[in-house]
């Protein structure tokens, strides 16, 4: 069976720090990948997303950057965080099958301090 | 670009009773596919029920039903005998059918009913 690890869970870190965030998928090849960004009050905002190895599509401008250096890894990353990066962010991915619908990781709860 | 919403910020519904959850979406394609997902305090998503464009009967999934009205481009969500454990956040979601482009399997999320039950 297909399941999808990210971590951490919980990060607190300070205004201009780096980030990396992880995402991993097992039991499955070639899913497609995505980052979304849930702010409080508000639905999920999709970040990133990727078809392959490399392929990167940005949704929405911002301080953050996505990387997917083998198949089932995506990598969400900054240089320099802000405030306004704070929030829970999911990793998710799907097939390619028309029908399917997308499966969450648990979440990282980033606060910017 | 597609949109979905969700008026109802809140809802709260006693043990046992039914209660539905609104959702309406705005597209221009044709086909397409609509999703409720469950989110708990614990945060992880969970799918709840799917709904294909194309099919006109309702999707069902034990005490989860969905009134899918086309036309009108809504998509309610119907919990029957409801449990403490349906308490949750509740997302409408819209996906395009795949046909545009490995990009349009993305899902476009409403912000979401927070659904308390009463004991």
């Known amino acids: 069976s297909q399941t999808i690890h990210q971590w951490p869970a919980t990060l607190v870190q300070p205004v201009g720090s780096p980030l990396s965030l992880e995402c991993t998928v097992e039991g499955t090849s070639n899913p497609n990948l995505y980052w979304y960004r849930q702010a409080a009050g508000r639905g999920l905002q999709l970040l990133f997303y990727?078809?392959?190895?490399?392929?990167i599509s940005s949704e929405v401008p911002q301080n953050l950057s996505a990387s997917r250096p083998q198949d089932r890894q995506f990598i969400l990353s900054s240089k320099k965080l802000l405030l306004s990066d704070s929030g829970f962010y999911l990793c998710a991915w799907s097939t390619w099958t028309r029908n399917t619908e997308a499966f969450f990781g648990q979440g990282t709860r980033l606060t910017v301090v | 670009a597609q949109t979905v919403t969700q008026s109802q910020p809140e809802m709260s519904v006693q043990e046992a009773e039914t209660v539905t959850l609104s959702c309406t979406y705005d597209?221009?394609?044709?086909?397409?596919?609509l999703f409720w997902y469950k989110q708990p305090p614990s945060r992880q998503m969970i799918l709840v029920i799917r709904?294909?464009?194309?099919?006109?009967q309702n999707a069902t999934e034990n005490r989860f039903s969905v009134n899918f009205q086309k036309a009108a481009k809504s998509f309610s969500l119907k919990i029957s005998d409801s449990q403490l454990g349906d308490a949750a956040m509740y997302f409408c979601?819209?996906?395009?059918?795949?046909?545009?482009?490995?990009?349009?399997?993305?899902?476009?999320f409403g912000k979401g009913t927070k659904l308390s039950v009463i004991p």
């Open positions: 709904q294909e464009a194309y099919k006109q």
């Open positions: 990727s078809v392959g190895i490399g392929q």
């Open positions: 597209t221009s394609e044709s086909d397409y596919y």
């Open positions: 979601a819209y996906r395009s059918d795949g046909y545009s482009g490995a990009g349009s399997y993305q899902l476009t």
